[in-house]
């Protein structure tokens, strides 16, 4: 194993994935909202930096080739597992949540299979930018979180009327409900939408691999 900083960057994304999902098992909310986005946003701009930097200082290896795409799945699975929790197993989030999972051990799996021949398997450009989406979409998840929580303390102890006032405007914002609500709501359907779209794109890639292996798949004709 090369130990460069590429690959430490690497490890570190992929011990950062399960403490994604534990922060909400330790700390009280909102700190593990804020813990568990910190951790997962920090994680993905690591994916981008670790290839960029094995790329600009020639510093490449097996063990990062391995372990890159392992750590990528390990943090999108977990952080969908917490997303879906969080929302009470929403069918807007859980559907496409778990048309992302199938593809990802499908795939998983097919790679598994081919052996030697899974390189005909490339990462094409579409799927890296399945995985852009799919980072953003979550993260917008967890950040739609903290708003909620926060415009649920702002309205603690109002009765709902009050709470329509200040939204319509007709009585002074002096907790900044406003930006709340209009942040809670906003990365909900943001969120939700970016979700679908990569579910859109995950299976398309996962289509596109399948493809790519059915030579490999079909029975060697019966032998005369």
């Not at 090369?2 to 994935?17: D, H, K």
């Not at 009470?88 to 097919?110: D, H, K, N, Q, Y």
């Not at 967890?142 to 007709?170: C, K, N, P, W």
Request: charged share 15%.
């Amino acid at each position: 194993m090369t130990w460069n900083i590429p690959n430490i960057l690497t490890v570190l994304r992929l011990l950062a994935a399960p403490c994604v999902a534990i922060v909400f098992l330790l700390l009280p909310r909102p700190v593990a909202d804020w813990a568990a986005l910190i951790l997962f946003v920090g994680a993905a701009v690591t994916d981008w930096f670790d290839g960029y930097i094995a790329r600009k200082w020639n510093q490449q290896s097996r063990f990062g080739a391995m372990l890159d795409p392992i750590a990528d799945k390990a943090m999108v699975t977990i952080a969908l597992l917490t997303v879906t929790s969080l929302f009470g197993m929403s069918f807007a989030i859980m559907l496409p949540a778990a048309l992302i999972l199938f593809r990802e051990v499908f795939v998983s799996g097919l790679r598994e299979y081919l052996g030697p021949a899974a390189g005909l398997l490339q990462v094409t450009r579409l799927a890296k930018w399945k995985t852009t989406v799919q980072m953003v979409a979550i993260a917008v998840l967890l950040a739609q979180g903290l708003f909620e929580h926060y415009f649920g303390m702002g309205s603690f102890g109002m009765d709902a009327a009050t709470v329509a006032e200040i939204l319509a405007g007709r009585v002074e914002d002096v907790g900044g409900l406003v930006w709340t609500y209009r942040g809670a709501v906003g990365t909900l359907y943001l969120g939700v939408a970016l979700l679908w779209l990569a579910a859109i794109l995950t299976l398309t890639t996962g289509w596109d691999y399948f493809i790519k292996a059915l030579p490999y798949l079909r029975d060697d004709e019966a032998q005369p």
